[in-house]
């Protein structure tokens, strides 16, 4: 298996500007998750997704931040607008949760927002 | 809500020794834990994972312990080497709605240096 993929894997825009985040899990795997990670916080989760269904979205910062996940081999993270405090890393992580497995993540994507 | 907390922040030392790492975590009602490693400007790389019902997990020079009912796990890294420097990661998920795995609380992370 290729593993987690998100793309892209940099992603500079200005400020305002709609950003659309991606991540196709591993082929599988029924739990889906997106992360945030910055040098201040470290490591949050935003959302998870089990079977396609989001289960918890209260991480996500505000209502600018909405994911999707329209099949088990997708997902999308958009942020709409926009704005510089929103620069990080964003990791897409999968896992197969009815054998406890544990998690893999993506490689990241690296938001600049000018 | 789960809260961790690693042992030590940061830490340096010469190549061959014998490390421990420490985490804690506040709530009990975990199914695992994960440990990873973070090399700077990248991703997560998952190391070992102890499931709820063992109390130890080992991959060559790594050996990962567990024990739920204190909210302890530590990880040993034997003989240490400078392609070991990196952030090492504790994650327990927490089980919040009885029903099985939720998201990972990841802790600040220990990051290690080997020093040649």
């Known amino acids: 298996d290729a593993g987690v993929i998100q793309s892209p894997r940099h992603e500079v825009t200005e400020m305002g500007q709609e950003v659309t985040l991606r991540c196709k899990p591993i082929s599988g795997h029924n739990s889906l998750f997106w992360y945030r990670q910055t040098m201040m916080r470290g490591l949050e989760l935003l959302i998870y997704f089990n079977n396609n269904v989001p289960i918890d979205d209260s991480g996500m910062p505000e209502d600018r931040f909405s994911a999707k996940m329209p099949n088990a081999s997708f997902s999308t993270l958009k942020i709409q607008p926009s704005e510089p405090r929103d620069s990080a890393v964003y990791f897409c992580a999968s896992s197969d949760r009815l054998a406890n497995y544990g998690y893999t993540f993506g490689s990241g994507t690296r938001l600049t927002v000018v | 809500k789960q809260e961790v907390t690693q042992i030590p922040a940061a830490l340096s030392v010469p190549e061959g020794e014998n490390l421990v790492l420490n985490c804690s975590f506040t709530?009990?009602?975990?199914?695992?834990l994960q440990w990873f490693r973070q090399d700077p400007g990248k991703g997560l790389t998952s190391l070992l994972l102890i499931q709820s019902s063992q109390r130890e997990q080992t991959s060559g020079r790594l050996n990962a312990s567990l024990d739920k009912s204190s909210g302890r796990s530590t990880l040993y890294i034997a003989a240490s080497q400078p392609g070991d420097s990196a952030t090492y990661l504790c994650?327990?998920?927490?089980?919040?709605?009885?029903?099985?795995?939720?998201?990972?609380?990841f802790g600040k992370g220990t990051h290690l240096i080997i020093q040649p």
């Open positions: 994650a327990p998920p927490y089980d919040r709605s009885g029903g099985g795995a939720d998201g990972l609380t």
């Open positions: 709530d009990s009602a975990i199914y695992n």
